[in-house]
């Protein structure tokens, strides 16, 4: 079950055609840390990295199998909890969390990171929830197999099919959240504050919170629905007040609160991650909405 000596990672492009297919794989790797060892390895890219006193906010969602050792995992909904070999911790889009392994155990463990709609259905269905991110699954060498195949798919010049990849994922949701485990709750999720009784409408906000760290028009939206624009617009501003645009603006500007409260990034990257053609047109739409430059923002909430 050990993973092994040394650490493995590789973060993938991700295609457009990969992204129609509902779900893709950003990047899939594996951790050793030795009792004592440092956590996370200082080589992943700038979005990935963080530390213990700041945690970190992802805006996709990843899948952590333990497969030694113990150690400490902590999200704004949940609070602190232990967590040892064979939990699975899931994390969630725009979730602050941390966690670590334990200086006299450090730990083993498999990764992978992933987007899309089929991930966020399961979010509003219930089976995946930001209040129950910790799984006990114990040890099971069938898991660890998927692991190891998407690994040795990442390792080939170019990578491998990322449609398999995301066949592999949809194994490994499937032996962790097995059809008859009892019904939950559905969770409350990120992209509404309000009831949203129209489907359509609904459904067009989850759409933009999913997507809309890429470049994206209300024209894009609206292909998406069997509706004209006038006819989505008027069904937004009757169900929450607002527009499409608006809505594709709240979404990008409360990643921006985000990264800004629980990361370093520059202003250049922190716009490039949520969707912003550039910092000053970031700067300028958060000003106008926010009262405050993204700057100002950020010391003074660091200074709160």
């Not at 592999?168 to 009892?182: C, K, N, T, W, Y």
């Not at 999913?210 to 470049?215: A, D, K, T, V």
């Not at 500007?253 to 990264?259: M, P, T």
């Amino acid at each position: 079950m050990s993973v092994g000596t040394e650490d493995f990672f590789r973060y993938l492009p991700v295609s457009q055609r990969a992204v129609r297919w509902g779900l893709y794989v950003t990047g899939v790797g594996c951790s050793h840390v030795s009792p004592a060892g440092h956590h996370p390895a200082r080589a992943h890219p700038e979005l990935y990295q963080f530390t213990w006193e700041k945690g970190r906010v992802l805006p996709e969602f990843q899948v952590i199998y333990l497969t030694r050792g113990a150690g400490l995992f902590e999200s704004g909904p949940t609070g602190r909890r232990e967590v040892t070999a064979g939990h699975v911790i899931l994390l969630f889009p725009d979730v602050w969390h941390r966690y670590r392994p334990g200086r006299r155990t450090g730990w083993d463990s498999f990764w992978v990171s992933a987007s899309g709609s089929y991930l966020h259905e399961l979010l509003g269905q219930g089976f995946l929830s930001p209040q129950s991110p910790v799984l006990s699954i114990g040890a099971d060498e069938a898991i660890v197999e998927v692991y190891r195949r998407m690994l040795e798919r990442v390792r080939s010049q170019p990578p491998g099919n990322p449609l398999l990849l995301a066949a592999d994922l949809m194994e490994i949701l499937a032996r962790i959240l097995p059809p008859l485990q009892p019904e939950q709750a559905e969770p409350a999720t990120q992209p509404f504050t309000e009831l949203v009784d129209d489907r359509m409408v609904a459904e067009a906000v989850r759409f933009i919170w999913n997507y809309s760290h890429r470049r994206m028009t209300v024209g894009d939206v609206v292909a998406e629905f069997p509706a004209s624009r006038r006819s989505l617009e008027r069904r937004f501003h009757r169900a929450l007040g607002r527009t499409i645009l608006d809505e594709i603006t709240r979404c990008r500007i409360e990643r921006v609160k985000r990264l800004l409260e629980e990361t370093d990034l520059p202003m250049k990257r922190v716009a490039a991650t949520v969707g912003f053609s550039s910092a000053q047109r970031m700067t300028k739409v958060f000003h106008r909405l926010e009262g405050i430059s993204p700057t100002a923002y950020r010391n003074r909430r660091r200074d709160g």
